[in-house]
Every structure is written in C-alpha cells, then in structure tokens.
Nanobody, 123 residues
Framework: HVQLVESGGASVQAGGSLKLSCVASDYTGTYCIAWFRQAPGKEREEVASIENDDSTTYADFVKGRFTISQDSTRNTLYLQMNNLKLEDTGMYYC???????????????????WGQGTQVTVS
C-alpha cells in the first residue's frame, strides 16, 4: 500500500514557476509514477510520468515547460513547472502504478494509488 502526499500548489501569475512535490511512504513495487491534473469541469489528464528505468513521458501541452523528477532516495517525486499558463490551473495529483500490462502498442499502467491533490491556480 503506497501513501502519497502532494504539496507545493499555490496561486501564481502567468509566466511564473512552481515546484510540486509528492512524498511517498514507499515507491517499492511501483512500475511508474506520474502527475495528473484536473481542471474544473474537465476530465483528469496525465501531465507527466517517470518509469523505473527513469524514462519520462510528457503530455504535449507541457513539453518544454514542465520537468518530472525524483530525488536520490526515490521517495519524493517532483514536478517543476515553468512558464505557467492560465490553462495550467487545476488540482494536481500524483499517482503510482503497481500494475502493468504489456500490449502490442506498449506498456499500459494502472495507477492504483493516488494522493489527495494540491491546487495550482494561474492568473
């Protein structure tokens, strides 16, 4: 059982930066960890992910602006967000996948542990 606690959300002006953190009780057994976000009235969307081999994936709408990383202990996940835009406003969640399925189109992860979220507001 993985417990996740996010922090770092705040109100910031457009063009500004924020760094989100997600502390995990233990990431052992996870295949992939990721940041998701959900804006009011919209569906949750994946922002960025990092796999056990340190490979990263970013949604097109954050490429070049956001960076996902972990600390050396691998117990804290970060999301550095630069050049924030109004549309980046939302609740940001970190999630851990302990389930993975290899398919012809690639590995599909099931994110089965979630944090409570941290609010990011860009104005």
């Amino acid at each position: 059982h993985v417990q996740l606690v996010e922090s770092g959300g705040a109100s910031v002006q457009a063009g500004g930066s924020l760094k989100l953190s997600c502390v995990a009780s233990d990431y052992t057994g996870t295949y992939c960890i990721a940041w998701f976000r959900q804006a009011p009235g919209k569906e949750r969307e994946e922002v960025a992910s990092i796999e056990n081999d340190d490979s990263t994936t970013y949604a097109d709408f954050v490429k070049g602006r956001f960076t996902i990383s972990q600390d050396s202990t691998r117990n804290t996940l970060y999301l550095q967000m630069n050049n924030l835009k109004l549309e980046d406003t939302g609740m940001y969640y970190c999630a851990a996948a302990t389930l993975a399925k290899v398919t012809p189109t690639g590995t599909k992860y099931t994110y089965d542990f979630w944090g409570q979220g941290t609010q990011v507001t860009v104005s």
